[in-house]
């Protein structure tokens, strides 16, 4: 069985959970919540050396305030609890996105979790919050033009290498799977230009009810599928 090095998650289907079992939709992102943690280990146990979850977009303040706040509410309390795991499980933590739009409180926190477990040796978790991957590219792009107005770098030297070095998962390699909970067929603008050679993997299991076995699933499903990057495997 061969183990993707990185695997990409969008977390989807807590609110139709929780609503599924009568419960708020802000029900269903504290269960993913308390799941997240539980795959994380799982994911690690499994050989995964990196895993990219996807918990707020830039798209996602156009929600009501109430579920807004609530998930607010929630990040405060996973990020705090999450430093504590990541110094148990030794896992190096990476934040992706713009945190400039969150509380400051929250960014403080934020950055605690990051600059507490750099050292650490075990999963590379990286959370996409306030992320949007065209949002990422623009800052790339705004990047690289400062640095070519600056003459540090010509735009005759620039390589979708030195781009890729721009983006915000500069420190990791592409996904070699993409998971998506809870049916939807689409990337929600997720990682557009990192998930170019992604085997994706669809399922209609809602994140809260995703288990190890699920996740089992998705890689022997990986495993079948042959990653040519646009060449082609003779028959023998």
Request: with cysteine; charged share 30%; glycine share 6%.
């Given at each position: 069985?061969?183990?993707?090095?990185?695997?990409?998650?969008?977390?989807?289907?807590?609110?139709?959970?929780?609503?599924?079992?009568?419960?708020?939709?802000?029900?269903?992102?504290?269960?993913?919540?308390?799941?997240?943690?539980?795959?994380?280990?799982?994911?690690?146990?499994?050989?995964?050396?990196?895993?990219?979850?996807?918990?707020?977009?830039?798209?996602?303040?156009?929600?009501?305030?109430?579920?807004?706040?609530?998930?607010?509410?929630?990040?405060?309390?996973?990020?705090?609890?999450?430093?504590?795991?990541?110094?148990?499980?030794?896992?190096?933590?990476?934040?992706?996105?713009?945190?400039?739009?969150?509380?400051?409180?929250?960014?403080?926190?934020?950055?605690?979790?990051?600059?507490?477990?750099?050292?650490?040796?075990?999963?590379?978790?990286?959370?996409?919050?306030?992320?949007?991957?065209?949002?990422?590219?623009?800052?790339?792009?705004?990047?690289?033009?400062?640095?070519?107005?600056?003459?540090?770098?010509?735009?005759?030297?620039?390589?979708?290498?030195?781009?890729?070095?721009?983006?915000?998962?500069?420190?990791?390699?592409?996904?070699?799977?993409?998971?998506?909970?809870?049916?939807?067929?689409?990337?929600?603008?997720?990682?557009?230009?990192?998930?170019?050679?992604?085997?994706?993997?669809?399922?209609?299991?809602?994140?809260?009810?995703?288990?190890k076995e699920n996740l089992w699933q998705a890689i022997e499903k990986y495993?079948?599928?042959?990653?040519?990057?646009?060449?082609?495997?003779?028959?023998?």
């Open positions: 069985m061969r183990i993707p090095q990185h695997v990409a998650i969008i977390l989807d289907g807590n609110g139709r959970w929780a609503k599924s079992k009568g419960m708020p939709r802000n029900y269903g992102h504290s269960r993913g919540a308390k799941n997240l943690e539980v795959i994380c280990e799982d994911a690690y146990n499994i050989g995964i050396k990196y895993l990219t979850v996807y918990l707020f977009s830039t798209e996602n303040w156009k929600r009501s305030k109430e579920e807004v706040d609530g998930l607010m509410r929630l990040f405060r309390s996973y990020t705090k609890t999450c430093i504590k795991t990541a110094q148990k499980n030794n896992m190096k933590v990476r934040v992706l996105g713009d945190p400039t739009a969150l509380d400051p409180d929250l960014q403080e926190s934020l950055k605690k979790l990051v600059d507490s477990s750099k050292d650490n040796t075990g999963l590379n978790f990286q959370i996409a919050i306030n992320y949007g991957s065209r949002d990422e590219i623009v800052r790339a792009i705004r990047h690289l033009a400062t640095d070519c107005l600056d003459g540090r770098v010509k735009p005759e030297e620039i390589t979708e290498e030195m781009f890729s070095g721009y983006l915000d998962t500069r420190e990791v390699p592409d996904p070699d799977l993409l998971i998506r909970t809870s049916g939807e067929l689409r990337l929600s603008n997720y990682l557009m230009w990192q998930l170019a050679y992604t085997e994706f993997y669809f399922t209609d299991i809602p994140w809260p009810a995703f288990t495993n079948k599928r042959e990653r040519r990057y646009g060449g082609v495997i003779e028959e023998k």
